[in-house]
């Protein structure tokens, strides 16, 4: 026969029960709250480490140039592109090397080096010119760089020439162009591993016909535009051989046409015309240049 509990019991029992629902109840909100924390101050630590190096810029070159003669511009070119490729890799070993070395490490690893490849670099800029017109004088002032601190212009910067005008580096990223300016040396370790070379091979490489050495004379006025959109057709070449091997065996026989050439010859018509509008403000505007649009693919 069960006997009834005196009423202390039964108000101890209570007082227990509802205690470890409480306990049991703030266990079940801070573990909620822990386990929704990490992502978030981890998204933001990430943020923060990434830009607390700072960005490297320097001074613009190819709006300071004079009007460059036809029979210079590839040559040019393909200097202004590797001036980016530069910058792009001394941003990326700023990245790389936080917290390296001493005081004075950024200055004399990695913008002291960068100085002398500009200096060199525009040196070759003048003397293109300079073969069939009044050689530029004065440029090497616009080769040192500078060390914003803080991560300010990160996203401004480190973008800057890799999304706006497209050249993070890729521009001459397996492009023989940057290899050739600067003594074969330029993407020294960028070619990738034997199995990528592999990869390659195995896919083949999407060709373009060049477009700068059929431009005439350019204006100094449209000088910095040109160069912009001649880095992005290079920088579309690469994207699209990027997506050649990684899609290698995806689709129907028609894939790399439909999926690929298709849609690199008509970007590749838009920045065409850009070139030939920036020319046509100041001088008379080339003609016939879409006939450059179309790539092939070479397996």
């Not at 810029?57 to 003669?69: E, G, M, N, R, Y």
Request: positive net charge; glycine residues 12%.
């Amino acid at each position: 026969m069960s006997r009834a509990l005196p009423k202390y019991n039964k108000r101890r029992v209570a007082i227990i029960g509802g205690a470890a629902a409480v306990a049991l109840s703030g266990a079940v909100i801070a573990g909620s709250a822990l386990a929704g924390t990490p992502s978030k101050s981890s998204g933001n630590n990430a943020r923060t480490l990434a830009a607390s190096p700072g960005t490297i810029t320097c001074q613009d070159v190819a709006s300071k140039l004079p009007a460059i003669p036809a029979s210079a511009q590839a040559e040019v070119t393909r200097n202004l592109t590797l001036l980016q490729t530069q910058i792009q890799e001394a941003n990326n070993r700023l990245q790389s090397t936080v917290g390296q070395g001493g005081p004075n490490f950024v200055n004399n690893a990695i913008l002291g080096p960068l100085k002398d490849k500009r200096v060199a670099t525009i040196n070759r800029i003048a003397t293109a010119i300079g073969r069939t017109a009044a050689k530029p004088t004065g440029l090497d002032a616009l080769a040192p760089c500078t060390l914003n601190a803080g991560g300010g212009n990160t996203g401004a910067n480190a973008g800057n020439a890799n999304a706006g005008n497209a050249n993070a580096g890729n521009a001459n990223a397996g492009n023989a162009n940057a290899g050739k300016a600067n003594g074969g040396n330029a993407n020294k370790g960028n070619a990738g591993s034997g199995a990528s070379a592999a990869g390659a091979s195995a896919a083949g490489t999407i060709s373009c016909p060049d477009v700068a050495s059929k431009l005439p004379a350019i204006p100094a006025s449209a000088q910095a535009e040109v160069t912009r959109n001649l880095t992005l057709l290079q920088t579309q070449i690469q994207e699209a051989n990027n997506r050649l091997q990684s899609t290698v065996g995806q689709g129907g026989p028609n894939f790399v046409q439909n999926a690929i050439l298709g849609p690199l010859a008509d970007k590749r018509k838009s920045t065409v015309d850009r070139i030939a509008t920036a020319i046509g403000r100041t001088a008379a505007k080339p003609t016939g240049l879409d006939s450059l649009a179309a790539c092939t693919l070479t397996k």
